[in-house]
């Protein structure tokens, strides 16, 4: 199984090495999808996917959040093992 980084060419066997990359190349204030900047990227996203059920918020949820055991992280990491084993998805 191969997960695509949904920003870049990098993809891994696995996926806690993509949610490595991601953090490390990735996460920098800046959400990809609404093409903005936010000093606290994790709180954006959280409140995007309180107020609706967008598919590329939770996917990056997933990838920005250390596991835990809320329904909104379960729905996240469905649709990201889902979701980045297309390398043609992309934010
Ligand atoms: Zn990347
Ligand atoms: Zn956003």
Same mark, same amino acid.
């Given at each position: 199984?191969?997960?695509?980084?949904?920003?870049?060419?990098?993809?891994?066997?696995?996926?806690?090495?993509?949610?490595?990359?991601?953090?490390?190349?990735?996460?920098?204030?800046?959400?990809?999808?609404?093409?903005?900047?936010?000093?606290?990227?994790?709180?954006?996203?959280?409140?995007?996917?309180?107020?609706?059920?967008?598919?590329?918020?939770? %996917?990056?949820?997933? =990838?920005?959040?250390?596991?835990?055991?809320? /329904?909104? *992280? &379960? %729905?996240?990491?469905? =649709?990201?093992?889902?979701?980045?084993?297309? /390398?043609? *998805? &992309?934010?």
């Amino acid at each position: 199984m191969t997960f695509y980084c949904p920003l870049c060419d990098f993809n891994s066997e696995g996926m806690w090495t993509l949610k490595r990359h991601f953090n490390a190349s990735h996460n920098k204030g800046y959400c990809p999808i609404c093409k903005r900047k936010y000093n606290n990227l994790l709180s954006h996203v959280v409140g995007v996917v309180r107020y609706k059920s967008d598919l590329k918020h939770l %996917i990056l949820f997933y =990838l920005i959040t250390k596991r835990n055991r809320t /329904k909104m *992280f &379960k %729905i996240a990491r469905e =649709l990201a093992y889902e979701y980045l084993q297309d /390398k043609n *998805f &992309k934010f």
